[in-house]
């Protein structure tokens, strides 16, 4: 019922919209007469919907503030046990810290303990050396200082001739040195320098990812890099200069390789390596300590190939053609080709496009050719007393080197630091020689004394000798001692038919080694391991016999078969 007076007997039965409340029906004229009215049961129908609609609305932000409470609780629980396990890593780190130190301070006092138990022993020695000694001196002065105070003649007559000798074996006596004790210290040659800390940073090691480590193809000697991104737990890329990135890259071997990573201060980092070989690399990220999602993972670095560029020489004896090549080399300083045009008797000088350049006649055969790095050009030929010639790479003669160590050289090269390494069919040895060729330096055979050594190259501490008898390439430490075979008798893979001959060994770290019976060049790891082969329409009716390699990377081979010399040159990365 209403409850403005004079209005206590009308129901409320109408709503005033404009003031929100409920009136009757005398009210609708005295004072509401021009407000927006509606009936009761309308306007109850109409706001209980808008009501309904605004218990919606909160009982969705009530679950959705649960959610995040939840969420929350979450976050917490997981941040708590984080630095629970943290702090567990640093106690176990600063333990294992203080294990290694109280294990080093008990090495330290062992060594300290030796020490003075020798340096005490030394001291005591010589005390009783000098306490023997002064013991003597003593008696002997107390016996002569009694026999001169009882002052009795005869006495005196009769020991004087002991107790002077006594005294003058006593003086004579060489007194002990004083042992004097080497000066002790401990040196900290490294000092205690943690670089451990505390990193606390938005960045989450699990949303953190890597780009760009599968979108190329890695090879051998070439740089290449990916992309780190660090990213905070809503998956946005943030960036704190305390976040701490380590990488590790390990070879096939077990090496750590090499890396460079370059912060933009963005949040990227941008990773650069430079695989030294082929094979699987095992990449690894860590982010503030934590492994990056994914890592490690393998990345699969391809070996560097050759593809065939033209050749070039033919048969005859004219220039720029050849009869029955004996070996060939490459200026390091000017990249010219010198060939020892065996039957020609002389050796040809061509550009590194095989133009030809010079000659040089010789009296006999050239069975070797070799340039120093000065550019100067050394050939062997037999027939001539065994002589060493040097050559300068116009072509003019400097002087002989007669080698009376030499009995019938067949096969030289020059080490990187000069040396002049000689394989002697006469005596079936590898020798080596000083740079001037005067000194013998050093003289060896294989463990099968009766084999003839063919070529021998140096690299890396080792001697590589092809055997051809023998089916093999022999390797040798610096010494000169025997170390494994890579290769033997066979057509397959790895294997040499009628043995090898020429060898070098590329920028890559590659033996390559001349397969002339098996029509190829075949490429080995140091350690022995098959690598690949270059064969085909190049080689099919050739017979590789000689392999250099010039500035560029290009492989200059000699086919004694047809009398030519074929280019190979690498792929361009």
Known sequence: MCSQQYHEDQPLKFYCEDCKVLICHKCTVVSHDRHSKTDTQKAVQEQKMQMSDAVVKVKAEIVRYESEIKKQTDLKNKNKIEILNEEKKMTDT???????????EKKMKDNFREIYEAEQKHHAT????????????????????????????VEILKTNHAILGRCNELLNVRSPDLYMSPHIHYLVEK??????????????PSKCLAEGQDSKEVKERKETYFVIVTKDSEGFQCYRQDDKIKADILTPEGDQLKTDIKDTKDGKYTMTYTPQGAGQHRVEIFVNGQPLTGSPWIVQVHQHQYQFAFQFGSQGKGRGEFDDIFDIDVSEKTGTIAVADGRNRRIQLLSSE????????????????AFTDSGDLLTLVPESNNKLRVFIEEGHFIKHINDKHLERPGHLSIASDGRIIITDYGDKKIKVLSPDGNVLLQSFSAPDGDKSPECAIYDQDKFFISFYSAACVKVFDKTGVYLQDIGCKGSNDGQFNNGPNGL????????????????????????????SKIDGQYFVNGFPCYVAINNGGSLIVADAENSRISSLFSIKM
């Open 504 to 531: 070098v060994i590329d920028k890559y770290n590659r033996l390559i080694v001349c397969d002339e019976g098996n029509h190829r060049l075949q490429l080995f790891t140091l350690s022995g391991k098959f690598l």
């Open 354 to 369: 095989g133009k030809f350049r010079r000659e040089i006649r010789l009296d006999g055969e050239p069975w070797s050719v």
């Open 191 to 204: 000092k205690l320098d943690l670089m451990d800390r505390v990193v606390v940073a938005k960045t989450d």
């Open 126 to 153: 010589r005390l009783e050396n000098f306490e023997l000694v002064a013991t003597q001196l003593k008696s002997c002065f107390e016996r002569c200082q009694s026999i001169l105070e009882r002052n009795f003649s």
């Open 94 to 104: 600063v333990e294992k810290l203080i294990r290694d130190l109280r294990e080093h």
